[in-house]
């Protein structure tokens, strides 16, 4: 069993950037894919972007390719999520799971409790 804890959300205008820290807890990080999924008011929860275990594989959703960066340290048991060029349809609650990879996305098994992130026009 792996536990996840977000940080990093805040306000920031459009075009801006922010990142965002999950930290996880456990010996057995290593073992799985890693993912951001996020939850706009009033929206279903969609995925963001996934780094497999060895972090030498992504995938990301087509809403924020070429903006956000998702990476890993296994050594230090952190996902990180880079997001640039911030736009209004960013703004959610942001939540880290850890899951299995799959190049259609990532199946979550575990989450955070979420982070907010706001991006007004």
């Known amino acids: 069993q792996v536990q996840v804890v977000e940080s990093g959300g805040g306000l920031v205008q459009a075009g801006g950037s922010l990142r965002l820290s999950c930290a996880a807890s456990g010996r057995t990080f290593s073992t799985y894919a890693m993912g951001w999924f996020r939850q706009a008011p009033g929206k279903e929860r969609q995925f963001v972007a996934t780094i497999s275990r060895s972090g030498t594989s992504t995938v990301y959703a087509d809403s924020v390719k070429g903006r956000f960066t998702i990476s890993r340290d296994n050594a230090k048991n952190t996902v990180l999520l880079q997001m640039n060029s911030l736009k209004p349809e960013d703004t959610a609650v942001y939540y880290c799971?850890?899951?299995?990879?799959?190049?259609?996305?990532?199946?979550?098994?575990?989450w955070g409790q979420g982070t907010q992130v706001t991006s007004p026009q």
């Open positions: 799971a850890a899951g299995s990879y799959s190049t259609q996305g990532m199946i979550p098994r575990y």
